[in-house]
């Protein structure tokens, strides 16, 4: 081959690679991958200093704490993030619409912290360290408040097609590593404390980063009900469909604790956060087709196809990867997690194959403003996961929790599939 051909060959591959990332689709699905791998890769390191300077239970009720608020900050979206991606693009008032959504929030996150604090005693005896201490309580409703700000951010950068900016946003989430064995002293509230202070920040910041899409825009408390009104039946949909797909993962650790322990949570945990790495990969794919078709649905049904064979292409190498160095990434944190956790991490990894078909089809009913089928699919996936969980875990110990999620996922999956081939 000639040193001509060559050349004119390595030209040609350049101009197809900057042609590939100049796409919006895979720019912006990049950048939200970029996102979550910052935080998971910071998540990672957290949990091994956590593992090193406390004990297996204060792991346990801490990361129970941490899944409440991170159940409640989903919850108090209401759906209204999906709304944004959906609408923000076209409004004619993009600041208002920003903050109706993020008052309504506040409003939503105060209220589901207090009466969680108040019917503790009956939702989880085992978190009766957040009533130990007045400051306790009230640190849980101000880190629910804000985190599920930072979420709601988080759309309004994916609504305006600006993925990098969240990207710069995950990375004040290093923040809590500096955080961690500052708060040792506290226990299982330094680590929970960590996540909170990190949730503070991250708005802050993000409200900064909201004037490069919206130069005029301040966070000024405002409820607008007309706007509220024209998107609540859509963000009331999918508020459903995602209370519903983040049951089981944030459910799980309170079901482990009172069935199993606290120990043998910390072992799921763990798991569970090391193979959520490779649901960021479908999570962020999806997300930014979602706002492709909220921006244009002109090449919507390319972008589809485009959008399984980019997911596909990193999930499967990432699979081989858990399975063959699966138990070394476990080691970091200890013998014990290497011992108890690898079989349930390798379980829920396959479960990310069917995970991807699921969060392509549900980008597509929202497209569609259809969300029904989005409520079905993810009404299957908790019932499923949950009952099973707590039917088989008592049984067969901790896998119980990986196999139902596996299974739960390949069902609804073909569900949609078959969905899919009839149009």
Known sequence: MSKQKRYLMKISYINQVKNHLQDPLFKNSYFLMANMFIFSVVGFLFWIIAARLYSTEEIGIASAIIS???FFSIISLMGFDISLIRYLSKAENKQTMINSC??????????????????LDIWSPGLKILRQNYLFGLLFIIFTIFASLSSLQLSVFVAFRKSKLSFYQSLMNTVRLIMLP???????????????????????????LIKNVCST??????MNTNLIKKMFSFSVGNFIANVLIYIPSNLFPLLLLNILGAETTAYFYIAWTLSSVLLTVPGSVSKSLFAEGSFS????????????????MIIIPSIFVIILFGKYFLLLFGNNYAKNSLELLIILS????PHTIIQIYTSIK????????????Y???ALITVIGAYIITPKIGLTGAGYSWLIANIITASIAIIDLWRK
Do not use: D, W
């Not at 396959?350 to 194959?353: E, L, M, Q, S």
């Open 68 to 70: 409440v608020i991170s």
């Open 102 to 119: 993020f008052s309504l929030t506040i409003l939503i996150s105060s209220v589901i912290s207090i009466i969680f604090l108040l019917g």
């Open 182 to 208: 500052l708060l040792y002293s506290l226990g299982a509230l330094g680590i929970y404390a960590s996540f909170g202070v990190t949730y503070i920040l991250t708005f802050l910041f993000g409200n900064k």
């Open 217 to 222: 825009y301040t966070f000024i408390p405002t």
């Open 297 to 312: 649905t002109e090449k919507f049904r390319k972008n589809v196809f485009k959008s399984v064979k980019l997911s596909f």
């Open 350 to 353: 396959f479960a990310a194959i």
């Open 366 to 377: 929202r497209i569609e403003t259809n969300i029904n089928p989005v409520i079905y699919l």
């Open 379 to 381: 009404t299957i996936i």
